[in-house]
């Protein structure tokens, strides 16, 4: 018989895209097709996730039909807590076979594979998720080697089924190098890279795929399965960007976008000083947050940038204000580093072209890198040339090993190469906008926000 899989990837809550994908999924889709995703669908950026604990990323893809999803990184990324809600409250299987709790014990709702029957057809399907090394404590994972519970898995199930698919989210060239390794998968379907494949390929015999990201293409590959073998009739990738929307997955968006304002509109507080934000001005939103860190993470120095922030606070603070100000799920990272990378950076920090800057980069939902501030220090400068840094009174000595507290963008020298020489990073498991949401409560830090760092030599001088 025929089986066609429709398969998408790395949709990352891009739901105006996925509007138009779900009208292409279901404009193919046949009594033959499955529908499959292969992980980071959810991205906790989005509004409708944060105020229904992801479900409203379940109702959308039961809507459209999906029958499983690999677990990305992305689906971790609002907690523990939210993630295990998800899966098991999902109908759809949520699958990974080398994703465990910290404590190693299996996590409600997750499946290492599943079987499913279509027409008689048995359909294998495993998927790995990535390892998020560091991270993984802080979120509360535990994730072992995908190669080995791969094999694992192909054992366990080996003559249960008729064609085997792996739904795998840890990059095209791990994937690739699994066809050359593993005769007896027939189709694999990457994610994690975002790479677009214009057409399906065929390595060591086993037909591989991937379809971008953000929801801009499908992926349809078509078999026929017989006594014989398994025979691929198509394999491509098809742009989404000419459909029109699909008017059951924007009545399921907006519903729950309704339902998302009223949760995450209470508000936490008041603050009695207003928190503006510039990306290259100094202000007191981004030093709030540098106070927070080094006070949260107990270091020399607390060092941030403007980017990770894209508006002021100036009255109340809501759990939708906090999301819209620091939509970025970056966590609160300490790492040591020498002086000389610290000075190069915050050098480079007065230059305009270096905070405008696309600040592109793992977790980062802003635009801008934006001006880098200080906790703990005070910085003498020109407006073109930094003269002095003190931390904590003492002037910088360029051999010297700092504690700094800042984010993991930082931390990977995302923005500012020099601050990537860090070593012994640590990572916390809160996010960036919880720094605001429990240091934004306190007066003293608030009032601590409004006086600046950042000193121009001949003020100083005055």
Aim: glycine share 8%.
């Amino acid at each position: 018989m025929k089986l066609k899989i429709i398969h998408t990837n790395d949709v990352h809550s891009h739901f105006d895209a996925f509007k138009r994908a779900a009208t292409l999924i279901k404009e193919h889709k046949d009594e033959n097709t499955i529908i499959l995703d292969g992980g980071d669908f959810a991205d906790f950026k989005s509004i409708e996730l944060q105020g229904t604990r992801g479900m409203a990323a379940i109702e959308l893809l039961q809507s459209v039909g999906y029958d499983a999803l690999t677990i990305g990184n992305n689906e971790m990324f609002n907690g523990f807590d939210t993630f295990e809600h998800m899966a098991g409250n999902s109908p759809i299987p949520f699958i990974s076979n080398n994703l465990f709790r910290k404590d190693k014990a299996a996590i409600e709702g997750v499946k290492s594979s599943v079987i499913l029957n279509k027409k008689g057809l048995r359909i294998f399907i495993t998927g790995s998720s990535p390892d998020l090394q560091g991270f993984n404590d802080g979120l509360g994972v535990h994730i072992t080697d995908y190669k080995k519970e791969i094999k694992k898995e192909l054992e366990l199930y080996r003559g249960q089924y008729d064609l085997c698919i792996l739904l795998n989210h840890v990059g095209t060239v791990a994937d690739e190098e699994l066809a050359c390794e593993l005769n007896e998968v027939d189709v694999i379907l990457s994610a994690h890279d975002h790479q677009l494949y214009p057409e399906a390929k065929v390595v060591n015999g086993t037909v591989v795929n991937s379809a971008g990201c953000y929801g801009e293409y499908i992926g349809v590959v078509e078999f026929e399965v017989t006594n014989e073998g398994v025979s691929l009739l198509r394999g491509e990738t098809i742009a989404t960007r000419s459909a029109t929307s699909d008017q059951e997955v924007t009545d399921i968006l907006k519903k729950n976008k309704m339902v998302a304002i009223k949760v995450l509109s209470k508000p936490l507080y008041t603050i009695d000083l207003p928190l503006w934000h510039d990306v290259l001005e100094e202000n007191p939103m981004t030093n709030l947050i540098a106070d927070g860190l080094q006070d949260m993470l107990n270091c020399d120095l607390g060092l941030i940038n403007s980017g990770i922030v894209n508006a002021g606070a100036f009255h109340s603070i809501s759990h939708k204000n906090l999301i819209e100000i620091c939509p970025s799920p970056l966590n609160p990272t300490s790492f040591e580093i020498q002086g000389k990378h610290i000075r190069e950076a915050i050098g480079e920090s007065l230059d305009a072209e270096v905070c405008l800057a696309d600040g592109k980069g793992p977790g980062f939902r802003g635009k801008f890198v934006g001006r880098l501030h200080v906790s703990g220090a005070e910085i003498i400068h020109d407006g073109k040339v930094v003269s002095d840094i003190l931390i904590g009174n003492n002037p910088l000595e360029d051999e010297r090993w700092y504690s700094v507290a800042s984010s993991d963008y930082l931390q990977r020298g995302s923005g500012y190469e020099s601050l990537g020489h860090a070593r012994n990073e640590k990572y916390r498991p809160e996010e960036i906008r919880d720094v605001i949401r429990l240091y934004g409560n306190r007066a003293e830090f608030v009032e601590k926000a409004q006086v600046n760092r950042w000193k121009e030599s001949s003020k100083v001088m005055s």
